[in-house]
């Protein structure tokens, strides 16, 4: 059974940090991108970060430049998502997905349509 479980979502003050994990299974994820999605009430998705299945290639969103990182582990099963300067706007459900089938310079990285599998998500709510 393919899974993708995020953690590490909370509530945390403007300025501060947190570090979300997405532990999968059912598949090799090593093989895959891996990406960050995020979203609030009443918006699309939006593409936060991804990484190839390497780990050599990341890239991100324009409004987390510079503040989020994103790596995988050395067995590339797990995907992290660390994230400082924490903003208000900021606050959403944060989704990480998987990308079996192209690499990460095809260039599709930031369209939710490319990810086959996605995770429920884990809520990160920044005050003000």
């Known amino acids: 059974q393919v899974q993708l479980v995020e953690s590490g979502g909370g509530l945390v003050q403007a300025g501060g940090s947190l570090t979300l994990s997405c532990a999968t299974s059912g598949r090799t994820f090593s093989r895959y991108v891996m990406a960050w999605f995020r979203q609030t009430p009443g918006k699309e998705r939006e593409f936060v970060a991804a990484?190839?299945?390497?780990?050599?290639?990341?890239y991100y969103g324009d409004s987390v430049k510079g503040r989020f990182t994103i790596s995988r582990d050395s067995a590339g099963n797990t995907a992290y998502l660390q994230m400082i300067s924490l903003k208000p706007e900021d606050t959403a459900v944060y989704f990480c997905?998987?990308?079996?089938?192209?690499?990460?310079?095809?260039?599709?990285?930031?369209?939710?349509?490319?990810?086959?599998?996605w995770g429920q998500g884990t809520q990160v709510t920044v005050s003000s």
């Open positions: 997905a998987a990308d079996p089938s192209r690499p990460i310079n095809s260039g599709t990285y930031y369209y939710t349509a490319t990810y086959d599998y």
């Open positions: 990484i190839s299945a390497g780990g050599s290639l990341r």
